[in-house]
C-alpha cells in the first residue's frame, strides 16, 4: 500500500507560481512513476504531468512551458513547480503514483489551487 500527502496548495494571482509536493509512504519496495492530475469543477478528472523512475516525464499541452514536475527518489517524493499561473489551472489538484509489476495505483486526497484574475 501506498500513502500520499499533497501539500502546497493556496489562492495566488494570475502570474504567480506555487509548489506543489507530494510524499509517498507505506510498504514498497519503489516507485514505478508519480503524477499530478487535476479536476475543475464540473469537469473530468485530467493529467497535468507525469514522472516516471528514471526521470522521463511528460505533460498536458495546456501546462508545457509553464509546470515542471520533478521527484525525489530517496524522499519518495514529487513536486510540481507551477509558474505563470492562468485562472484556467484553478482546480483541486491529486497525486497519483504506481509501483512496479501491479496494475493498482493510489491516490492522494488533493490539495486545492485557485489562481486569481
Known sequence: QVQLVES???LVQAGGSLRLACAASGSFFSINYMAWYRQAPGKQRELVAFINEGGTTNYADSVKGRFTISRDN??????LQMHSLKPEDTAVYYCNAGLYRTPHNFWGQGTQVTVSS
Open 8 to 10: 502546497g496548495g493556496g
Open 74 to 79: 530517496a524522499k519518495n517524493t514529487a513536486y
